[in-house]
């Protein structure tokens, strides 16, 4: 056996990867209906709008396959609530995930019908998303927010639901911390 190629080198330190595939840019812009305070939101487009998070990916998609990419979240809030990733379920919904947490801090928020849990994420940090739960990751800090995602190949995104439905709660800040609220808009 020699060399495949089937290989990718990431910088533990900064996160990014080298030779990804498929990058993602989601700016201020590409999150309306994401956030409860839409006036904040539209501010923040038409002053810039920046960069909520950027994905670096290296998909593969076949069954039994696996993907993998680096998101990197920019620190931030819009009417309080953090800057977040748009969140998703697989549009195969029994297929599982791994985040690995790079630098920075944040949450992995997860929803399953009305169910709702999270965990803290830091460098480091290893979350199993089971079958089953949509999941969407939240900026706490003050830092970029960065992290290593192994998902199915075959899982696909379905952001439909989460963009019509929301989650059940929020993340606001509060003080120097957070604080996780139901969401008022949740339907
Ligand atoms: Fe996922």
């Known amino acids: 056996m020699g060399i495949t190629g089937d290989m990718n ?26 956030y409860g305070d839409e006036e904040a939101l539209e501010k923040l487009i038409k002053s ?68 709702v849990k999270w965990e803290e994420m830091k460098r480091g940090t290893i979350v199993y998303v089971p079958p089953f739960w949509a999941h969407r990751s939240i900026n706490t800090g003050d830092e970029d927010f960065v992290f290593l995602a192994i998902y199915p190949g075959d899982a696909g995104h379905d952001y439909g ?11 606001i800040k509060e003080g120097n911390g957070y604080a996780i609220i139901d969401n008022p808009r949740y339907r």
């Open 48 to 115: 810039g709008d920046p960069i909520i998070y950027e994905v670096y990916a290296v998909p593969r998609e076949g069954e039994g396959e696996l993907s993998y990419g680096v998101t990197i979240l920019h620190p931030g809030t819009v009417g309080g609530e953090f800057y977040m990733t748009k969140g998703h379920y697989h549009e195969k919904r029994d297929r599982a995930e791994i985040y690995i947490g790079i630098r920075g801090e944040g949450l992995l928020l997860m929803q399953n019908g009305d169910e």
């Open 9 to 34: 080198e990431i910088d533990l330190d900064t996160g990014i990867l080298d030779k990804y595939e498929d990058k993602v840019v989601r700016k201020a812009s590409n999150m309306r209906g994401f």
């Open 161 to 171: 639901t989460i963009a019509e439905k929301g989650f059940a709660k929020i993340v």
